[in-house]
């Protein structure tokens, strides 16, 4: 079974930039989940869709980052314009379903802005 | 509010000796817990989790974990450690398996 793919892998860019992540999650995984881990620190949920319907996105900085699973399968993180404090991995995992079901994670995007 | 406490940062243990990583939390009611692996470039790994039932919970790559109410805590162990184990680990809470709260991570060396 193929995992959770995500790139780029890597990314550099100027503050002010933009940039976009992608995300495939395992086949037949309804919800979908972007974190950022910062360097020192554990992840954190930026935004939960089940299939194509954003479920939590509390804690997403709405000013600047932008998410979107048209078709209820992968799904692309926005960031516009970046800013320093933005330089993190980040992590897109995926689940059967909601409740008790665990997460897969992907290997990550780390962004560097400079 | 939920939360994570890993006091320790970064542990060295010598290859063949026992592991314990500690995780503290905050939560008003029965957590959900768990622990993950992260080794470099990779994404995480679940090492194994609670939710209800014997305290005492067994986990994958010769690992468990010890859920303590009395001291609201998830401790990992392991009793010998192999090189392959050297990695970040996170201990997560929360009221289910999709809203986790992450700790900031423990960073595992292993000595020959």
């Known amino acids: 079974e193929a995992g959770v793919a995500q790139s780029p892998r890597y990314k550099i860019i100027e503050k002010r930039q933009s940039v976009a992540f992608w995300c495939n999650p395992i086949?037949?995984?309804?919800?979908l989940y972007w974190y950022q881990q910062i360097l020192g620190q554990g992840p954190k949920l930026l935004i939960q869709?089940?299939?194509?319907?954003?479920?939590?996105d509390s804690q997403l900085p709405k000013d600047r980052f932008s998410a979107e699973r048209l078709k209820g399968v992968d799904s692309t993180l926005k960031i516009q314009p970046a800013k320093l404090e933005d330089s993190a991995v980040y992590l897109c995992?995926?689940?059967?379903?909601?409740?008790?079901?665990?997460?897969?994670f992907g290997p990550g995007t780390r962004l560097t802005v400079t | 509010a939920q939360s994570v406490t890993q006091p320790d940062i970064h542990i060295t243990v010598s290859e063949g000796a026992s592991l314990e990583l500690r995780c503290n939390y905050s939560?008003?009611?029965?957590?959900?817990l768990f622990w993950y692996v992260q080794s470099p470039g990779q994404g995480l790994q679940l090492l194994l989790k609670?939710?209800?039932?014997?305290?005492l919970v067994q986990g994958i790559k010769g690992f468990e974990a010890e859920f303590k109410r009395s001291q609201s805590s998830f401790n990992l162990r392991k009793p010998s450690v192999h090189w392959s184990d050297a990695a970040e680990y996170f201990c997560?809470?929360?009221?289910?398996?999709?809203?986790?709260?992450f700790g900031a991570g423990t960073r595992l060396t292993v000595k020959p």
């Open positions: 869709f089940q299939n194509n319907g954003v479920v939590d």
């Open positions: 995992a995926s689940s059967l379903a909601q409740g008790r079901y665990e997460q897969y």
């Open positions: 939560y008003g009611a029965t957590p959900y």
């Open positions: 609670y939710f209800s039932g014997d305290t």
């Open positions: 997560a809470v929360g009221p289910n398996n999709n809203d986790m709260r």
């Open positions: 086949s037949g995984h309804a919800t």
